[in-house]
């Protein structure tokens, strides 16, 4: 449904061209018998005298291969390019992922080929108003209002958000900045998407991603969405989906508090109510026990602690479930007997499932449901977790976290010794660098930093209760803005108090726009990802090699020159590319980037795919298939498309890519593999390694502890290393080794270099060991809270959180209603870019709440009023009312892509002339609230309350 403004407001859609948009147009030119004797209607305002022009026809076409920039399907597209210009685009009809299909953000990438609304130059805030910089300005200003902080106030007070839409190269480099600065304030956007699927699911299996492929999905015979809506959130993901609902007759079961365009497609629907998760799985996992549903032998064999699960289970018979969940008896036992009936079945979630003070919780709850039924590391199985953005994967892959350095190495003294033996630096150089002193009792290079979900509590919470020297002073906020946080008045008042403020973007942003200053903003006009180009990770952990569309527009630059040239200015640019090349130009080798990656990322198997392997793929994305993600044929026959990780070993080697990981049916040199054993070999005395399961071709037939020197030499294959690995290898364990020789032995006997362990259904190191029930800091079921109460109030890493106090507030008189929200198809993320794109801004223009049609009548709402929404902390957000049954009673639902008004102002004034997107509208993350998840710091905007009003 298209909500429309009433008939006497102007639209906010800038006109283009004929002075009317696109479907008036069309709807003119159509009824007439010729369409173009619609002209008439266009009235002489559009007539103009013709002007003779010499149009060259014969100016050649430059066909440029690059993927979307939108969500992390990773759709190719062809860019025809002539004399510079970006003047055409096809979906890649021969690309293995989406073979020629496009959603409506990827149909209009073009746009970025001419931007109207970008930043053009760089610029200053000056007593309110935007005063044009130069570069040399800009580096210079920032720079020395970076080491003037510094030496006040230490380097934790500059905090560094990044970006999603960083290429791979972009990621690594500004998680390097970051270190090299010396700080862990650094972070992006999966802190706020899927921060708790990295922790839930690395610590039940061992690698936190996705764990099959888009193209697998077709294998399924039973698909299970639960916090997901892949028809709007990743639409060229549903081919795939519904060639298995098609081919394989696969069931499809949505667990989703709104009847989503997915549920649409669905089998069977199930409604939860907001927060309640583990209760509707423990619900299952009822019904399969009692059943004797459950994959005994694969339990037997690989899973730790199931009987821990069993006995939770047992605490959520049919009544309780629906007493909790809202959903029927009929409804959870369905939802068990397809997934057990038809095997193999996936189990697909997003942002639904992540977004709750207890998402770690629930994403385990989603694969020990996947353990149970035996559904892991064969194909139509898994777990496919589908990321939001482009590069959101290589992002968390490469370190852009505040615990974490890249390869998800932690932040402990031996992997700072790791990664500064990568880049040939030394130790004690790189801890001069950070603060001095302890935090928490660590030191400050080993202690984790502030989430970018908690960034402005770093700057008004009391300095007494952060755990660094000093609050945040300053922040760049690169590629990533402020309004997919909650809280908002929360951070436009940070965004008041900081000294400085640095937005590293195509567009302003709201960082730049939101507060209430008249000085200290700078605005630096990064080059989108077609102006540059590099490597992508998608969310089946493929890669992809994206080329140069075009040249950077208007004054922008690329990410690695604005890195490069801060570094230089801040004093360690010979520390920072010391094993990057540069051209002729000073600007730095991409492709050296990606080899220094290759050469430290041994964890996650990103070490095989180098610059060259890459562009070999994606050169020849025709000759892999869209049903095995196989080349067939060509260059590259037999590897596996964008060669996921694990890619074992060197380029050298060519290992062909693992598309589904912990599948025992192939070799691990082939793509095979088993769970890792990252927890040790044993838990009070119990067994943690696999019984009698291991990958096809392993000469240890049993489970076995990850690889070291020791290990080897234990084994007698020391000798099979060269005397150079010997030399690097020695003391060394497979994920330190740099010379690759422990990784290549191992291969070699048809072992995996992480070792052969069980997935555990337990984990001792989160705040609770199984999957717990707790309900929303915000429930609407005070009659629950005594029964499965939040946490008690606790320190997070640096910063004090909430729990229990705010849970012991009753706030559902005053507001009744649960909020949740979500994704459309036609916007990203906070909206910025999307919705200065004339194309897509069209398809969309209210910001809007979708509200069931009782409660709307209880409040003498009707479909397309006005009306005012108060969440439970008081933010106040102004928009249209949806009045629509996809809703339950009692449950209300945004959309999350808007920002430009607050409160109900306009904060269109605040934008540099010429950059206020096509659509402005209010933040849904005004009037979410407080609540964030213990183990990652994921906000909570999927379960609060709010009242909603006439306006």
């Known amino acids: 449904m298209q909500l429309t403004r009433k008939s006497n407001e102007a639209p906010k859609v800038e006109k283009k061209t004929l002075g009317i948009s696109r479907r008036q147009f069309m709807k003119h030119a159509g009824i007439t018998s010729g369409g173009i004797a619609a002209v008439s209607f266009l009235g002489t305002g559009m007539m103009r005298k013709a002007q003779a022009k010499d149009v060259p026809h014969d100016v050649p076409t430059e066909i440029k291969r690059t993927v979307c920039s939108a969500c992390a399907v990773g759709c190719g597209l062809y860019a025809e390019v002539q004399n510079g210009v970006w003047t055409g685009q096809e979906p890649a009809f021969d690309h293995p992922f989406n073979a020629g299909g496009h959603c409506a953000k990827g149909a209009a990438l073009r746009e970025h080929g001419h931007g109207e609304k970008r930043l053009k130059y760089p610029m200053k805030l000056v007593d309110g108003k935007w005063k044009k910089l130069s570069w040399e300005q800009a580096f210079n200003e920032v720079g020395d209002k970076m080491l003037d902080i510094r030496k006040e106030s230490g380097p934790d007070s500059v905090y560094f958000m990044g970006s999603a839409k960083f290429s791979n190269e972009g990621c690594y480099m500004y998680r390097k900045l970051a270190a090299m600065w010396g700080t862990n304030n650094v ?5 706020i998407c899927h921060s708790t ?6 610590n039940t299996w061992g690698y936190g991603a996705q764990t099959n492929s888009f193209n697998d999905i077709q294998n399924a015979n039973a698909i299970f969405f639960i916090g997901a809506n892949p028809a709007e959130a990743h639409p060229v993901a549903m081919q795939h989906i519904l060639i298995a609902k098609e081919k394989n007759n696969a069931k499809l079961i949505v667990v989703d508090p709104r009847f989503s365009r997915t549920a649409a497609h669905a089998d069977l629907h199930c409604a939860l109510r907001p927060g309640t998760d583990i209760p509707f799985i423990y619900g299952m996992l009822w019904h399969i026990f009692e059943n004797g549903w459950e994959d005994k032998a694969f339990i037997q064999e690989r899973v730790f602690e199931m009987e821990t699960i069993r006995r939770e289970a047992k605490k959520f018979p049919p009544k309780e479930v629906t007493h909790v969940t ?23 979630w997003c942002m639904g499932g992540t977004q709750h003070h207890v998402g770690n919780a629930n994403t385990r709850a989603y694969c020990i449901l996947q353990l149970a039924l035996g559904n892991m590391g064969v194909s139509g199985g898994g777990t496919n977790i589908f990321r939001g953005h482009d590069n959101v994967q290589g992002a968390t892959d490469l370190g852009l976290l505040f615990d974490n350095l890249p390869g998800y190495y932690g932040l402990t003294t031996g992997a700072w010794n790791h990664w500064t033996n990568v880049w040939n630096l030394d130790m004690e150089w790189m801890k001069g660098r950070f603060d ?5 009792g660590r030191e400050p290079m080993t202690t984790p930093g502030i989430p970018c979900s908690r960034w402005h509590d770093g700057v008004l919470e009391d300095k007494d209760k952060l755990a660094q020297k000093d609050n945040i002073q300053m922040a760049f906020f690169w590629g990533q803005s402020v309004n997919t946080e909650t809280r908002q008045r929360d951070v436009r008042d940070a965004l008041d108090k900081m000294d400085t403020v640095v937005v590293v973007d195509p567009f302003p942003t709201m960082a730049g726009v939101m507060h209430r200053r008249q000085n200290g903003v700078y605005l630096l006009p990064a080059a989108t990802q077609f102006e540059t180009e590099g490597s992508v990770s998608n969310s089946g952990r493929s890669q992809q090699w994206r080329e140069k569309v075009i040249e950077p527009l208007f004054e922008s630059k690329t990410d690695l020159e604005i890195m490069y040239r801060l570094s230089q200015k801040l004093g360690f640019a010979e520390q920072y590319t010391k094993r990057i090349a540069k051209d002729s130009k000073d600007m730095l080798v991409i492709e050296d980037i990606t080899r220094e990656i290759n050469r430290g990322m041994w964890t996650i198997g990103m070490s095989g795919q180098s610059p060259e392997r890459l562009k070999l793929h994606t050169q020849n994305w025709g000759t892999f298939s869209n049903k095995t993600l196989q080349a067939e044929g060509g260059p590259a026959k037999g590897e596996t498309y964008g060669l996921p990780w694990p890619c074992w070993g060197t380029p050298e080697q060519k290992h062909p890519g693992t598309q589904i990981l912990y599948d025992t049916s192939k070799h691990v040199k082939d793509g095979g593999g088993n769970f890792r054993a990252r927890y040790g070999v044993e838990y009070k005395g119990d067994n943690l390694l696999a019984e009698g399961s291991f990958s096809k071709g392993s000469e240890l037939t049993d489970g076995y502890p990850e690889f070291s020197a020791a290990m080897l030499k234990q ?8 005397a150079d690995e010997k030399a690097q290898a020695e003391g060394k364990n497979w994920k330190t080794d740099l010379s690759g020789g422990i990784v290549r032995v191992a291969i070699k006997h048809g072992c995996i270099p992480f070792g052969n362990a069980k997935a555990r259904c337990i984990v001792w190191n989160f705040p609770d060991q199984a999957p717990v029930h707790r309900e929303p800091l915000y429930t609407p079921r005070r009659d629950l809270v005594a029964k499965y109460p939040t946490y008690d109030d606790m320190q997070v890493h640096r910063l004090p959180t909430l729990y229990k106090t705010i849970q012991d507030r009753d706030m559902t008189a005053k507001y009744p209603l649960g909020l949740t929200s979500g994704r459309l198809v036609e916007y990203e993320g906070g909206g910025e870019e999307s919705r200065s794109n004339p194309w897509l801004a069209e398809l969309q223009q209210e910001m809007f709440v979708e509200i069931n049609p009782g409660d709307a009548a209880d409040r003498g709402i009707r479909n397309g009023d006005t009306v005012w929404l108060e969440g439970a902390e008081g933010g106040r957000i102004k928009l249209q ?8 009673p009692g449950v209300t639902w945004m959309p999350y892509h808007f920002a430009g008004v607050m409160h109900g102002e306009s904060l269109a004034p605040n934008y540099p002339e010429g950059t206020v997107p096509y659509v402005i509208g209010e933040s849904c993350n005004t009037a979410m609230t407080y609540g964030y998840d213990p183990v990652t710091q994921m906000q909570e905007t999927k379960a609060t309350l709010c009242q909603i009003e006439k306006a």
């Open 187 to 191: 972070d992006h956007s999966a802190r």
């Open 197 to 202: 699927t990295v922790a839930g699911v690395a």
């Open 326 to 348: 809202g959903c029927s008896e009929e409804e959870v036992y369905q939802a068990a007997k397809l997934m057990a009936d038809n095997r193999p079945g996936t189990v697909i």
């Open 436 to 440: 001095q002193g302890t935090y928490l």
């Open 715 to 722: 084994l007698g294959w020391w000798d099979e290393l060269t």
């Open 881 to 888: 009312a949806m009045v629509t049954p996809r809703v339950k």
